[in-house]
């Protein structure tokens, strides 16, 4: 059964600064990644999508990188600011219709 | 505007009662989808549909129950078998349904169901 862990649940940091997001999942099996954003009481919005014959895609300030073979996909956040606050999940297909969810990575950028 | 749309945004129900929760996509999209999210938790699949009047459980389906009568819209009904449906419930759709590799899901703003 795939599972999906992101650490650290949760990160403070200052605004301007560069982070990463980590996102791990026992089974390499996968078709795709995703990242989503959560703001409070707010549904999610894709923010990046990784094939699995994929290595990294970018939008703006994010990056995603996915290493199939190990299991692991980071978000990479440059010049952090204020409004990228919010709640960052990482989703795997396994090629149904299902994707799984890790439980989030809850970011706050301080003024 | 396209997009997903589901109401109530906040809902109220007393124990025993069913009650069923909206959700419609202008999208034209094949696929849509029921998740449950718990504080601190990540999303679990309720119910999914990928084509009308064709519905399969997901992981977390006991209590619940759906209809897809048309493409647009696919509504949940908590039924009184629930034994703890205090949650947010979010629908989401996609384009190609069984195209696994190449389509995102796009999510509605998402129910908060509180029962008293």
């Known amino acids: 059964k795939q599972e999906v862990t992101q650490i650290p649940a949760a990160l403070s940091v200052p605004e301007g600064e560069n982070l990463v997001l980590n996102c791990s999942f026992t089974?390499?099996?996968?078709?795709?990644l995703q990242w989503f954003r959560q703001d409070p009481g707010k549904g999610l919005t894709s923010l990046l999508l990784?094939?699995?014959?994929?290595r990294e895609q970018t939008s703006g300030r994010l990056n995603a990188s996915l290493d199939k073979s190990s299991g692991r996909s980071t978000l990479y956040i440059a010049a952090s600011q204020p409004g990228d606050s919010a709640t960052y999940l990482c989703?795997?297909?396994?090629?149904?219709?299902?994707?799984?969810f890790g439980k989030g990575t809850k970011l706050t950028v301080n003024p | 505007d396209g997009g997903i749309t589901q109401s109530p945004k906040y809902l109220f129900r007393k124990e025993g009662q069913n009650v069923t929760l909206s959700c419609e996509q202008n999208?034209?999209?094949?696929?849509m989808y029921w998740y449950r999210q718990d504080p601190g938790q990540g999303l679990r699949l309720i119910y999914y549909?990928?084509?009308?009047?064709?519905?399969q459980k997901g992981d977390i389906a006991e209590g619940y129950s759906v209809s897809r009568e048309k493409k647009e819209s696919f509504p949940l009904t908590v039924t009184s078998a629930q034994k703890n449906p205090t949650a947010f419930y979010l629908c989401?759709?996609?384009?190609?349904?069984?195209?696994?590799?190449?389509?995102?899901?796009?999510f509605g703003p998402g129910t908060r169901l509180t029962v008293l």
């Open positions: 989401a759709s996609k384009l190609l349904a069984g195209r696994a590799g190449t389509d995102t899901q796009y």
């Open positions: 089974d390499s099996a996968i078709y795709n």
């Open positions: 990784i094939q699995s014959s994929q």
């Open positions: 989703a795997v297909n396994g090629g149904s219709e299902k994707l799984v």
């Open positions: 999208l034209n999209h094949d696929a």
């Open positions: 549909s990928q084509i009308v009047n064709d519905f």
